[in-house]
């Protein structure tokens, strides 16, 4: 058993966020063949992710605020702090906090074989589909 250092809380970055949003690492993959990936991340009011897709799926856990989530070609869905959300390998979507609230989710996920093809990042959601 081990205790890992502190990460610094990172901004992502610009090419595949809208607005400020900040992580903080918890689980990462290990050299001994674990793949879990989980992440506190924080969204300001408005603020969200890039279109993308995760090759083994991703399961959202909302702790706080307002989120809002959405796969391509369905409905905005609203998810509030105790709610887990799961968006199934290679489906298209996006979430992010609300128009006036804070959000903060547990993103989870499994590497892929290939760990440059376990998120594919695509355009930038508009600000028209974000607030539909």
């Known amino acids: 058993m081990r205790i890992d250092p502190r990460t610094a809380t990172a901004k992502n970055p610009p090419e595949q966020f809208t607005g400020d ?3 903080d690492p918890i689980a990462f993959p290990r050299e001994d063949g674990q793949r879990m990936v989980v992440a506190k991340v924080r969204f300001a ?3 969200r992710t890039a279109w993308h897709t995760h090759a083994r799926g991703q399961t959202l856990h909302i702790t706080q605020g307002v989120a809002w989530v959405q796969s391509r070609g369905g ?3 609203e998810a509030h702090a105790g709610q887990t959300l799961y968006c ?3 489906e298209e979507h996006w979430h992010g906090a609300s128009a006036d609230s804070f ?4 993103a989870m996920l499994e590497n892929a074989e290939d760990p440059a093809a376990t998120t594919t990042w695509l ?3 508009t600000d028209e589909e974000y607030l539909v």
């Not at 959000?103 to 547990?106: A, D, K, N, Q």
């Open 75 to 77: 409905p905005k869905i």
């Open 45 to 47: 009011p408005g603020a």
């Open 88 to 90: 199934p390998p290679d």
């Open 103 to 106: 959000m903060e989710h547990l």
């Open 21 to 23: 949003v900040w992580l």
């Open 123 to 125: 355009e930038h959601v």
